[in-house]
Each structure stands twice: as structure tokens, then as C-alpha cells.
């Protein structure tokens, strides 16, 4: 018989996935718990960007951190993984979101980001098929793209590797006190259990504060050569900041296979998957306002997936407050994919009682209790 | 009413019946439609619109199914088999 | 590129083959207006294709004059995508369209069934129903060798065609065992109508050998098929030819049906004995409801369209005759089950979903097909799964998911022009 594991893991997403990879190479024997199959969540539905964010100092941090770890990582990702180091380019609309294009150039030049600022014309040459009247933008060179599914299956082969098991189709019916139970009543007992369920991370853990944030994707059929980076209008900082309204914004992305990426929308308090077609004719009228041949362009699929949003827009990282044996590694928004790899090495220093590369407090489970006490 | 009419193929002129579809156009050519991903030559497969298989630009439009289309005289017909 | 052209029916027909051109018919004999919309350039589907332009008269040109003298607004090359709340969108060459609706009769048809085997993919290989629809969109095959292969009626069909062609028909090679093919046989014989066509069949295809228990096993060629290698009777052969037509029966066209909400049961949609579905003011005909053949197809589309025009008495009438009919969707269940050597055709790198080239191995990797999707990406090209699913559905016992919109690829403009004045949207 196995021995027992010392981590559990909960969820098979991509931030589950990366804590095992971690944990496991730091020898821990490592159960990671899935109600599904890898990527049935957020991870299944999300874009794949790995891009640096500079909304809050703790949002850049992790995200840098991050984004480097991942720059590691290229050169052992398989090609299923699709790692394309295309970059973001940020477009301007006007003088105004040209202020904040040279706002974040200060900003990521100042912590070591290679930014480039670009004028009407050069952002053009960059990317032929924006409209023409354009402000300006902002290239980061150092951004890229993964396809998530495939990243999460290569984190968890890595972590079957040096000995993790993985079990699938198994919903988890509570955790705490050292113990995870499965629906089916088995239980499992562990040093530590993370909680990186994603949308049923607060069913789980009690005392934080999760909600689902619809978004839309389109993707079309293969056009090489449309679109060279992952292209987001500065807009898109407005729509992220919303709590309550609908939104959308101009995100697409090339793939590797030549298809093309149309996002991006945010909807809070919708609670079923089914597509909007409303907010779906907005937001690709945003897209085409921006990229007008997005017209002509083959859509093959449209998907909804939810974004697991936390009021402060970081993430969970850390013990949760009721029970220090749980870490909850949960709350990513619309940054899980670039900040997967961080929050499994901050998990792990936290398991391992080491010093994190990057202050830890901004992202502990307990501020949000701090928060409501305040209220 | 003419009883064939002709259309270009990667270049190459092509006479078919009237209201022969753009697929049996190509394969009057000796070409494939496209190239799949792993770059195998493909040619239609279902014949009625559904396998995507028979894809080629018309015209300078790509990703159109030939066989749906009915060939119109002087058609500029690309296949990428 | 985007203009939106609006439309507005009493009652629109999706699909113009024979069950959508009975239904429009019978519905317009109320005096409503009445909308036939196909994605195909020309009425008549898959059976009828090409029928508009054949010599007159004959029993399926009846049907087309009384379509021409009508007032049906027939929408040719238009794809119905989306359907919700009383509107569909469908998108043409040049436009979107918008299409309000009283009531709906979906008569969507059916596609051939792809199972792969190594060099299934090499030009030449079709289906037999493709390559009818090839033959008939013009293709010239006289003086080629053409083997067909697969399972069903159909084959026989594709067979006497192709040599009216022209076409040097070396053999049929049909999967199913030698006694249903009698069994078969016989019980089409003594159908009502049938013998005539029956036997106008066994004299179309005289000299042609027919095989049983037999099916292809590999297909090479260096850019085209050039040798089919078939397994008869435990033994393997190989026939030199210049296409191969290899279908194994059909599948129901269900993805509108499922998008609007219908239920289904074993695959097909579920209907009352009007023909609605469990979609109030939703009718569906022929082939989506049971694979039956033309007759069939015929009768319920016209209970679908007096029903839907709330002539209850008309589409009573025809109860009798629907019955009769659909004895022939039990008969072909019986007569051509697929047996399990075709679940061991693929080898691991033969290719699953062509338009990703997905191989068998990648998809062996895992137990369901969204799991396998979101990994190997089979099913995430623009065909959406319409080959590959069904075939996966087969090999691996997997329940495909549901449907969302777009039902089909269409250009993201149209995807924009989707109406949004509706309700909730569906789930």
C-alpha cells in the first residue's frame, strides 16, 4: 500500500496542479483530489495569457514573479503546451489612455520590465490590423501565451513523476483538521491540505470571500500571420475594476495554430454557462471597433467560463482563517494562469517554513476577515 | 445557356459542367483542397457541407467550402492540397 | 459584410430536403407565409440533390413543381446557427439573416457515419453519401474503379448510381452478416411499394459483387487512395481503385433540435404523434426523429406542417400512413448494427479528428469526451465535432455534450448580429 500523502491537494486546475509539481519536487508525497477531470473549471475556459499587471504593487509583484518562473519553465514545456512568447501589446484609443501608456512604462521600467512605448504609426506596424486612428500603446516583449489545459497536464505529469497520484472524478465533501472526505466517505488524512478548488473554494473553506465572474471567448479558425501579440485595449483596467456592472473589452490573442482569440467580457451574479448573446454581440462589436477584419474572420466556438474574483482583486495564498491547516491557494480572477507557478512556490515556503521570495501579506486569507471586521 | 463553364485552379484553367460545385472543380484539376495540420493533402469527405474537408480560398476568400459553392465563370480557385 | 437582412414567417422550415419540402407544402396550404431555409445552393437536401435540374417528370418532380408554384420564400445558402425565443440567425455568403418565427419544423436531416481506419484520410476516400453528392455536384467518374464500402442501403444506392455514371463499381462491401442481409432484403420486398424499387435495385446492380460480412481495413496510396485492403469472411484482399466510397449508415443532424431545447431520447429528437417536440411551437421531421428513408421522411413532414398550421384533421389522416412507414426504421436497425471488428480498425496513430489530426492514441489517454477535447483539442475544429464525435462516440462509448451556439462556423459578424432583444438566454 502507498504511504500516506502528506499534501493533499484539492483541485486539478492549473493552480492545484502547480502546487503539486512543487510540492512533489520537494520530495512531499503529494494527493491531488479532483470532482472531475484536470481542467473542468476555470483552467478548461481560460485564455492562457501570462502577463505582468501593475494595478497594485502586490499585483505586480506576483505577477512578475511569476511570468519569470514560467520563463524558466519554456524550454521543458512540451509542444502541446503551446508557449508562445508573443508579448502584449496595450493599445491606446486616446491621449487619455496614452497618459496611462506612459504611466505603466514608468511604472514597469522603474521594477525592471521591458516596456517599449509606441507611437500611432509604430503600433500599426505592429499590429497591421488595428484601425487606423489609434493613439499609440504599450509593448511588454516579456509577456506570453500558454494553452491551460495542456500547461496543467504537464505540471501534474511532473508531479506524477516524483511520485504524486492524482485521482479523478472525485467530489471532496469538507476539509479541515487535518482530514479531506470524499462524497463518498473516504477520507483522507494529511499534514496539510490546500484548498485550490477554485469556484467551490469557499464551499470548502469558510471565511473567504470567492465569487464567479462570467467571461466569453470566441475562437476562430486558422488565420496565420492576423495577429502577432496578445493585443488588450487600456480600457480592459476599467472593466477589470467594475464590481457590479457588466463589461466588456477588447483582448485577443493569437494561437499557435493560427486561430484566434476574441475576448474579453465580465459579468458578476450570472450563475448559469449558458452564452449571453447579448454581452457576446457587445464584446465582439468592441473587438471589431478595434480590429475591424475580426469581421471576416470564421468564429468556430464560443464558450463561457468563471473567473474566481475576490473584492480586492488578489488572490487567496495562505492559511485559511479557520483552520491552519489549510492552505488556500484560490481567488485568481483573471489571473490564474500567470500567477499559478508563484502561488505554488509561496504555498510550498509556507508548508516548508521558508522565507517566500515576495511579501506573503498581501495575499493571506485572513485580510478578508480584517476587511469585514472593518465594515 | 452554356452547358460548361470554366474556372482557374491554383492557375490552371478547369472546364466543368454548368452548376458543378467548386470542389469537383478541384478535383477535375488532379489537386487536393487543402493541407490538413499535420500536413496531410485532403479532398472532400461528406460532399455535403458538413466535414470541412473540401476548404479552399475563392476569389481571395479563404476557409470556403467548395462544395457548396457553385462554380461562376472566371473564378479564381486556390487549393492549398 | 454587415448588413442583416431581416425575415418574418408564420412557420420556417430549416432543411429543404424532402421532409422540410413536404412540411413547407403542407403548411402553406393554410395561405401563411412559409420560409424553407437550406444552407445547400439548391432544394432538395441530400436524396433530392440536384433534383431541380433532372429530366421531368418523376415522382420526386411532382414535389418540386408544387415547391416552384407555391409561395415558399425558399432561403438557399443560408446556415441556421442560433435558434432562441421565436428567432434564428442564419448567416449567407454576403449577409447575416434574422429570422422571426411562429412556429418552427426542424427537418435537418442526417450525415453519413465515418469510422477511421489507417488511410482514411487520403483523397478519393469519401463517404458513399459524398460521393453521390459529389456525382450529382458534377464530379466525372467515368471509366473509374470505385469500391464502396461501409453499411446500409444507401451503398446499394451509390452503387447503381455511380455506374449509371459511368463508373466501373469492382464491389460493395457491406459489414453486415449475410443473413440480415437477406432477412433484409425480404422484408423490403414485401413492404408496400417496394418490390418495384427492390427489384429495379438487384437489376441496376447485376454483376456487381456484393459482399457481406466484409469491410475495409486499410486504404493506401501516395496522394490519393490507389489500394483497399477489405477483410471478407476472416480473410484479408486487396482491390486496386480510384475511389473509394466508405459510409457506415447515418446519424441524425440533432445539433439545431438540442440548441433549441428539444429532448432527446437514444440520439433523436423526441416528438408527439403531431410531430412537436417537447419545444411548444417546435415541430421536427424525418431523419432527426429515426433513420426511415424518404417515405417516411415525406409523411411526417407533412403531419409537421398541417400540425404546425393547426390542421390537426389534415396531419390525423396521415397517422395511418406514418405508421406503415415507420416499420422501416426498426427494420434498418435490425438489418445493420455495427459490429465490434470496427471498433479495432484504428491503429494508435491513426487519425480521429481530421481537423486537428488527433490519433487514436492521444485520445486513448483519456475516459470522457469533454476531457479528451480540452486535451487533444479532437473536436475543436471547425467541422465541431460532426465527424469525429460520433465516430469517438463509437470506439470509446462516449456521451457527447451538449450544444452551444454557433451550431455552425459562421463569420464573427454574424455572431454580433444575433439578436438581443431576447429573454434569458438558454442554456
Known sequence: MNKPAEVVIVGAGIVGAACASELAAEGLRVLVIDEGFPSRGSTGAAMGHIVVMDDSEAQFAITRYSQILWDDLRDQLPCAVEFDPCGTLWVAADENEMGEVRRKFDYYRERGVNAEILDSQQVREAEPQLRASLAGGLRVPGDSVVYPPCATGFLLQRARHLGARVLHGQPVAAIGKGVARLADGTVFAAGFIINAAGQSAPRLSAGINVKPRKGHLVITDRYPNFLHHQVVELGYLTSAHSLTADSVAFNVQPRKTGQILIGSSRQYGADNAAVDDSILARMLQRAFAYMPDLRLLSAIRVWTGFRPATPDKLPLIGPSPEDPSVLVAAGHEGLGITTSLATAKLICSQILGQRPAIPIQPYLPSRQMAAEAHV | ?81 | ?427
Open chain 3, 1 to 427: 459584410m454587415d448588413s442583416v437582412k431581416h425575415l418574418r414567417f408564420d412557420v420556417a422550415v430549416v432543411g429543404a430536403g424532402p421532409a422540410g419540402i413536404a412540411a413547407a407544402l403542407a403548411a402553406a396550404d393554410s395561405g401563411k407565409s412559409i420560409g424553407l431555409i437550406d444552407d445547400n445552393p439548391a432544394a432538395g437536401g441530400q436524396i433530392w440533390r440536384g433534383a431541380q435540374t433532372e429530366p421531368r417528370p418523376s415522382a420526386k418532380s411532382v414535389w418540386f413543381d408544387r415547391l416552384n408554384k407555391s409561395a415558399i420564400q425558399i432561403v438557399r445558402g443560408a446556415r441556421v446557427f442560433h435558434a432562441a425565443n421565436g428567432e434564428l440567425a442564419a448567416e449567407c455568403d454576403d449577409s447575416a439573416v434574422q429570422i422571426t418565427y411562429g412556429r418552427l419544423i426542424v427537418a435537418t436531416g442526417a450525415r453519413e457515419l465515418f469510422l477511421p481506419f489507417p488511410g482514411w484520410t487520403l483523397p478519393n476516400v469519401m463517404g458513399a453519401g459524398g460521393l453521390q453528392a459529389l456525382l450529382k455536384s458534377g464530379l466525372d467518374i467515368a471509366g473509374k474503379r470505385v469500391v464502396i464500402a461501409g453499411t446500409g442501403p444507401l451503398l446499394l444506392a451509390v452503387a447503381a448510381y455511380a455506374r449509371k455514371c459511368g463508373a466501373k463499381v469492382v464491389g460493395i462491401c457491406e459489414q453486415t452478416t449475410w443473413p440480415r442481409m437477406v432477412r433484409f432484403g425480404m422484408k423490403m420486398l414485401l413492404a408496400p411499394g417496394k418490390a418495384p424499387e427492390a427489384l429495379r435495385f438487384a437489376y441496376d446492380l447485376r454483376g456487381i459483387p456484393h459482399w457481406t460480412d466484409c469491410w475495409p481495413v486499410a486504404a493506401f496510396g501516395n496522394r490519393r487512395v490507389e489500394i483497399v485492403r477489405i477483410s471478407r469472411q476472416g480473410q484479408t484482399s486487396e482491390i486496386e481503385c480510384d475511389y473509394l466510397a466508405c459510409g457506415f449508415h447515418l446519424i441524425p443532424n440533432v445539433e439545431l433540435p438540442r440548441m433549441c431545447g428539444c429532448r432527446l431520447q437514444q440520439g433523436f429528437v423526441e416528438v408527439d404523434e403531431c410531430q412537436q417536440t417537447s419545444v411548444a411551437g417546435t415541430y421536427c421531421a424525418g431523419e432527426p426523429t429515426g433513420i426511415g428513408g424518404l417515405e417516411l421522411a415525406l409523411v411526417e413532414g407533412e403531419i409537421a406542417g398541417y400540425a404546425a398550421t393547426n390542421w390537426e384533421d389534415r396531419a390525423k389522416h396521415l397517422f395511418a400512413k406514418r405508421a406503415r412507414h415507420q416499420k422501416v426504421v426498426g427494420i434498418l436497425k435490425d438489418a445493420f448494427p455495427l459490429r465490434s471488428e470496427l471498433k479495432n480498425l484504428a491503429r494508435p496513430d491513426t487519425l480521429v479528428c481530421r481537423c486537428e489530426d488527433v490519433p487514436h492514441e492521444r485520445l486513448c489517454e483519456h475516459s470522457s469526451w469533454r476531457a479528451a477535447k480540452l486535451h487533444a483539442r479532437c473536436g475543436m475544429g471547425p467541422c465541431q465535432g460532426r465527424v469525429c464525435a460520433p465516430a469517438a462516440e463509437f470506439l470509446f462509448g462516449w456521451e457527447i455534450d451538449s450544444v452551444r451556439p454557433p451550431v455552425f462556423p459562421v463569420r464573427c459578424s454574424s455572431l454580433a448580429a444575433i439578436p438581443s432583444h431576447t429573454a434569458a438566454p438558454r442554456n
Open chain 2, 1 to 81: 445557356m452554356s452547358e460548361s463553364v470554366s474556372v482557374r485552379v491554383n492557375g490552371k484553367a478547369v472546364t466543368v459542367r454548368a452548376g458543378a460545385t467548386v470542389a469537383v472543380a478541384v478535383l477535375a484539376s488532379g489537386a487536393a483542397c487543402r493541407t490538413s495540420v499535420s500536413g496531410q493533402p485532403r479532398s472532400p469527405l461528406c460532399g455535403m457541407g458538413t466535414c470541412f474537408e473540401c476548404r479552399v480560398a475563392i476569389n481571395g476568400e479563404p476557409q470556403r467550402r467548395s462544395c457548396q459553392v457553385l462554380c461562376e465563370s472566371n473564378m479564381e480557385i486556390e487549393a492549398y492540397g
